[in-house]
C-alpha cells in the first residue's frame, strides 16, 4: 500500500506518524517478526466485581446473586440488556457488546486474571502509569514502549499509542494520537486543500520529486560538516524519518476501517480502528508494541448502567483484537493485556439506582496470548471489605492474614518484563522496579 493511503486511513483512526529523533542500526531494513504486545487501557477506573472478581454482598454488587464459572474462572452474570446499559434498543448495538459469559467461553482457555492487585493509589494519573509501568512515581517508560525500546526501537512505529500511558523516557520513538487535520497535512502534503484530493498541488509530481531528492542531498551535506553530537543525532532523525517512508509504503492496513451503526459506540469504533491499525503495522513488521484505550469507567455516578455498557464494550474489543490477530496469521505473536486505573468501591456512594461507585485502589490485570498459562485466576479480596488476599510467592495461591505477598503492580511488570525476554537488558537496567520475581504468568 502506498504510503499516502496508509496515513489516510490513520488519519481516519487519529493516528499521527511522528518520527524519532536518534539513529536507527541497519535492522531498520528487517520486518520485525514478534513476539508483539498490545495494551488495552479502560481508562477511568473498572470494576472488578461485574467481570472476573464476582461478589455476592450487596455492599458491592446489586446486578447479580450468584456467581458462575466457565472453566476456572468465576465471572458476574450480567447479561446483556441494551435498555438497563442506556442504549437504543432498535439499532443492533447488541452485536457489538459482549458479556462475561460468552467472552470466556471464547477466550478463557487463553485468559489469566489478576485480582486483589494493591495499586496503593486512588488518583487517575498514578493509577494508569504505576499500572502500565509498574512504577507509581514519575519517570519509568510504559511497559510497551520498554519492550519496543528492547526488542526493536529502529522501526518507524515500533511504540503506537492511542492513549493511556505511553512515556517512553527517549528509549523509543513513538506514534501517537493527532488531530485529523494535521494528518490529512502529512498524508497529502503536496495538496493546497488535504481535504480536496482532486484539487490544486503546489508542484508537479515531477518537481515535487526532485525537491525530496535535493532535501536529501542537503542533509547529507550538513551531516557531513556538523561535529556536535546532538545536532548529529537530530539530522539523523529527520534523514531516516524520510528514509522510513519507503518502509510505510510496506504497510498493509485493511482497505476500510470498523465503521458501527449510530452515536452510542463511537468509542468502541475508535478502539477497534485503533487495534485494526496496530495489528496491521505487526504484520508488517513495522511495529513492537502498541496501547489501544477505551475510556468511561470513571463512574461516580449511574455505577450500574455506565460500567455495565463500558465493560460490555471493553469485552468485545478485546475479542475483535483477538479476532484479528488470527486473521492476519498472528495468533502465537501476540500478547494482549488489559487493565484500567484502579478499582470501584468498595462499596457504592448511594442509595438509589443512579448512585455510582468511587475510586478503589484495589484492581485487577488481564492476559492472554503466547507464553500466558490461561484458564487461571490468580488473588482475589475479601468479601466483607474488598481488600486484597495475599498470595504465597511459589503456589501463587492465595493465604489467610498476613502471610505470603501483596500482589502490586511491580510483580506483575516483573513477571512481564521477563516473558518479553527484557530483564536484564541495558535499558530494562536503568528502571528497576522493587519487589520479588513471582511466575504469574506460567
Not at 511491580?410 to 516473558?419: G, N, S, V
Amino acid at each position: 500500500m502506498e504510503r499516502r493511503s496508509f496515513l489516510k486511513a490513520a488519519a481516519l483512526a487519529g493516528l499521527a506518524v511522528t518520527a524519532p529523533v536518534f539513529t536507527r542500526d541497519a535492522g531498520a531494513a528487517t520486518p520485525y517478526g514478534g513476539p508483539f504486545y498490545i495494551m488495552v487501557n479502560a481508562g477511568g477506573g473498572w470494576d472488578p466485581n461485574f467481570m472476573f472478581n464476582p461478589t455476592l454482598n450487596k455492599d458491592h454488587n446489586r446486578l447479580y446473586t450468584e456467581i458462575k464459572k466457565v472453566g476456572n474462572i468465576p465471572y458476574a452474570p450480567i447479561p446483556l440488556d441494551l435498555a438497563a446499559m442506556g442504549l437504543d434498543t432498535t439499532t443492533g448495538y447488541e452485536s457489538y457488546l459482549m458479556d462475561n459469559e460468552a467472552f470466556l467461553n471464547k477466550h478463557g482457555a487463553q485468559l489469566c486474571v489478576l485480582n486483589g492487585v494493591d495499586t496503593s493509589t486512588n488518583n487517575h494519573d498514578a493509577g494508569n502509569r504505576t499500572m502500565w509501568c509498574g512504577r507509581i512515581s514519575e519517570g519509568y517508560p510504559a511497559l510497551g514502549a520498554l519492550i519496543a525500546g528492547v526488542r526493536a526501537p529502529e522501526k518507524p512505529m515500533a511504540f503506537i499509542s492511542s492513549g493511556g500511558y505511553d512515556a517512553t523516557q527517549n528509549i523509543v520513538p513513538l506514534t501517537r494520537v493527532n488531530s485529523v487535520a494535521t494528518l490529512k497535512k502529512i498524508a497529502f502534503p503536496n495538496n493546497v486543500d488535504p481535504n480536496n484530493l482532486a484539487g490544486d498541488k503546489y508542484h508537479t509530481t515531477d518537481t515535487f520529486s526532485r525537491i525530496a531528492k535535493a532535501q536529501a542531498e542537503r542533509i547529507a551535506r550538513l551531516q557531513g560538516g556538523q561535529r556536535l553530537p546532538t545536532i548529529q543525532r537530530s539530522m539523523d532523525g529527520l534523514f531516516l524519518a524520510r528514509v522510513a517512508e519507503n518502509e510505510l509504503a510496506d504497510l498493509q492496513i485493511p482497505a476500510t476501517l470498523v465503521d458501527l451503526p449510530g452515536n452510542a459506540l463511537s468509542d468502541l469504533e475508535r478502539m477497534l480502528q485503533q487495534a485494526q491499525l496496530a495489528i496491521a503495522a505487526f504484520k508488517s513488521g513495522l511495529a513492537v508494541a502498541a496501547n489501544v484505550s477505551i475510556g468511561g469507567f470513571d463512574t461516580h455516578g449511574n455505577h450500574d448502567t455506565n460500567q455495565r455498557r463500558q465493560l460490555a464494550k471493553l469485552l468485545f474489543g478485546l475479542s475483535f483484537i483477538m479476532d484479528e490477530i488470527s486473521a492476519n496469521g498472528l495468533a502465537n505473536k501476540v500478547v494482549v493485556l488489559s487493565a484500567s486505573d484502579f478499582g470501584r468501591g468498595p462499596h457504592y456512594n448511594g442509595t438509589n439506582a443512579a448512585s455510582g461507585k468511587d475510586h478503589w485502589s484495589i484492581t485487577s490485570f488481564l492476559a492472554m496470548g503466547p507464553g500466558i498459562a490461561g484458564n487461571r485466576v490468580i488473588g482475589g479480596t475479601l468479601e466483607a471489605s474488598q481488600k486484597p488476599k495475599n498470595i504465597d510467592p511459589t503456589s501463587l495461591n492465595v493465604v489467610d492474614g498476613d502471610a505470603g505477598v501483596r500482589l502490586r503492580p511491580e510483580h506483575i511488570h516483573r513477571a512481564l518484563r521477563i516473558k518479553a525476554q527484557v530483564a536484564g537488558s541495558q535499558a530494562e537496567k536503568a528502571f528497576p522496579l522493587p519487589g520479588e520475581d513471582l511466575p504469574l504468568f506460567g
